[in-house]
């Protein structure tokens, strides 16, 4: 396999691979350049068995948007809407409650619950909503509010973002998910989300996050105008963070939907690209415990294949997935833990549920 690796250009990477040594941008950028995607599977998936052997984790978890009204209005997204929009919609605190409700017979372990950025909700609302799930699943680990929704309620609440994330952790907060990163470049957020915190802002909430002791996960929105040198710059900015405050449990490549969006005139992804996206992040990502196939983006199928191109987690059941649905993903809202494990098995790894800091629950 060396040899192959070789002709494909990428010897003197698969020697420092081995070594455990950093890549830099410019081997990042030859990577993205590489046309050969099993030459790159079989990099990241030294990485990735190095870290996690033949491990394939998955959660129970269910997912709820408790609003889409949305003062951003990013023009990737076809989730947000302004208030008095005809989709759009918001849930009361018992709403959500019923949310909870409907699934308390499921061995759910996390709920993840993330928003708009809604300009009328008080800050009490967002204390109010983590208290009733605990109310009705007192064991269950809160994800909830992006970056950008936590900077959004520090603002509401009047306090520093520090103090804030304490407030929300009395309440009911586990940890927090990776949204709102899209792709850090300004050049990139003043063309698609000017509105939204920048991605030093965001990076700034997740050290914060970190030292107040809540694990985080990141994002890239990849596959629409940003260049293969923006996602590296992206990329490195995580490291660079990770290296500082060891917060980080998994990154997420979120493969860009067109339909709907106000960029509807874009392609959506490849397979190819899609698992270059993987690889490449499961490479440069060196000190990413996990990267994650994210199903609802890449479909079950391609999430099966990027299980050997870097990936080792598939995310979860989900229940009931929003945002990307309504930017037209073709997937399903929701898949069984007998499908995931299934999905797993046939990609040749050990399937394990975890719970949202990793630990194992049961191994099939």
């Known amino acids: 396999m060396?040899?192959?690796?070789?002709?494909a250009g990428l010897g003197d990477i698969?020697?420092?691979v081995r070594a455990e040594e950093r890549l830099s941008l410019e081997d990042g950028r030859r990577l993205y350049e590489c046309p050969d995607i099993l030459a790159l599977g079989y990099l990241a998936n030294i990485v990735r068995e190095r870290k996690n052997g033949n491990q394939a984790f998955f959660i129970y978890n269910q997912h709820i948007n408790y609003s889409n009204v949305c003062t951003n209005l990013c023009?990737?997204?076809?989730?947000?809407?302004?208030?008095g929009h005809e989709q759009a919609?918001?849930?009361?605190?018992?709403?959500?409650?019923?949310?909870?409700?409907?699934?308390?017979?499921?061995?759910?372990?996390?709920?993840?619950?993330?928003?708009?950025?809604?300009?009328?909700?008080p800050y009490s609302y967002y204390l109010d909503i983590l208290r009733?799930?605990?109310e009705e699943r007192p064991d269950v680990h809160i994800q909830a509010f992006t970056c950008v929704e936590i900077h959004h309620l520090a603002e509401l609440a009047g306090k520093p973002v520090a103090d804030t994330l304490e407030e929300l952790k009395e309440a009911g907060l586990g940890s927090i998910p990776g949204g709102g990163a899209e792709v850090f470049s300004p050049r990139i957020r003043k063309l698609t989300c000017e509105r939204k915190l920048s991605g030093e802002g965001w990076l700034e909430v997740t050290r914060t996050a970190h030292r107040h002791g809540l694990h985080t996960n990141a994002t890239l929105l990849y596959g629409h105008i940003e260049t293969v040198d923006e996602r590296l710059e992206h990329l490195d900015a995580l490291r660079r963070?990770?290296?500082?405050?060891?917060?980080?449990?998994?990154?997420?490549?979120?493969?860009?939907?067109?339909?709907?969006?106000e960029m509807s005139d874009h392609s959506g992804t490849t397979g190819i690209n899609d698992l270059k996206n993987i690889a490449v992040a499961r490479l440069m990502l060196d000190n990413f415990p996990h990267i994650k196939a994210y199903w609802v983006m890449i479909g079950p199928k391609l999430a099966q294949v990027a299980l050997s191109f870097g990936a080792d987690d598939m995310d979860g059941t989900v229940k009931e997935e929003v945002i990307t649905h309504m930017a037209g993903a073709e997937t399903e809202q929701a898949l069984g833990h007998r499908t995931l494990i299934r999905l797993i098995r046939e990609a040749g790894r050990d399937p394990v549920e975890r719970d949202t800091l990793y630990n194992v629950l049961s191994t099939y």
């Open 241 to 261: 963070t990770q290296d500082e405050t060891g917060g980080f449990l998994a990154f997420i490549p979120l493969a860009f939907h067109p339909k709907n969006t």
């Open 14 to 16: 698969l020697a420092r």
């Open 132 to 134: 009733v799930i605990k």
């Open 89 to 121: 919609y918001e849930m009361g605190v018992e709403d959500v409650r019923a949310k909870v409700r409907e699934r308390l017979n499921e061995p759910i372990t996390e709920i993840h619950m993330v928003g708009g950025i809604h300009p009328d909700l």
């Open 75 to 83: 023009k990737f997204c076809a989730f947000g809407k302004e208030k």
């Open 2 to 7: 060396d040899s192959y690796i070789e002709q």
